[in-house]
């Protein structure tokens, strides 16, 4: 391992005693000077890899999705909530759009008045049984728009929140129903309330 000169940053090798440059005498803090540098530096690199990681994990799932749909209720951002649900959703035949775009929009409106802060829990996968009752709502809803082969995960995740909503409740939970469909976190609109 070569020496570097901690006044001015040149390299000797081992044998060499003093610094041609600047006259700093070596000693053994300056032996290992450059090594200790990548030592730091590797152990940098990796401490930002495992950062980004989890960085990526919590922005890119199911309580990420719900955080943005959370935050686009409290904007009243109908469009970002509608843009939340299954593609195939938006497609059906069954489904009476006119009145589901009202009720998303009266919700929201709702949410964004009187909904002052939330807290997400944990995702969870819901039984076995759970989840064929959900494709078999797909199924129904998606006709032709759904693709069951490209329906990856599903989800449950319970939101708790507190609000000032009129002669109702001081708080509330909600389980929001999330889905991966088509490599996407989406929300399938029918919310269990406790």
């Known amino acids: 391992m070569a020496k570097v000169c901690s006044k001015c940053g040149v390299e000797y090798k081992n044998s060499a005693t003093r610094c041609v440059m600047c006259g700093t005498e070596f000693h053994d803090a300056h032996v290992y000077a450059k090594r200790k540098r990548c030592i730091i530096l590797g152990i940098t690199g990796v401490v930002l890899a495992v950062v980004l990681g989890v960085l990526l994990v919590l922005s890119t799932g199911p309580r990420a999705a719900v955080w943005r749909i959370?935050?686009?209720?409290?904007?009243?951002?109908?469009?970002?909530?509608v843009e939340s649900f299954p593609d195939f959703l938006m497609e059906s035949e069954v489904l009476d759009e006119?009145?589901?775009?009202?009720?998303?929009?009266?919700?929201?409106?709702?949410f964004s008045k009187f909904i002052f802060s939330y807290s997400i829990g944990q995702a969870q996968i819901p039984s076995a049984r759970e989840q064929e009752e959900v494709v078999e709502v797909f199924r129904y809803f998606g006709g032709d728009a759904f693709d069951e082969e490209r329906l990856e995960e599903i989800r449950t995740v319970w939101v708790d929140y507190k609000g000032?909503?009129?002669s109702f409740w001081p708080s509330r939970a909600s389980r929001f129903l999330m889905v991966k469909y088509d490599g996407r976190w989406c929300w399938w609109p029918s919310n269990v309330n406790r």
């Not at 959370?70 to 909530?81: L, P, Q």
């Not at 006119?98 to 709702?110: E, G, I, P, R």
């Open 70 to 81: 959370m935050e686009s209720h409290k904007r009243n951002d109908v469009e970002a909530i």
């Open 98 to 110: 006119k009145a589901f775009m009202v009720d998303v929009k009266s919700l929201a409106n709702y």
């Open 164 to 166: 000032n909503i009129p």
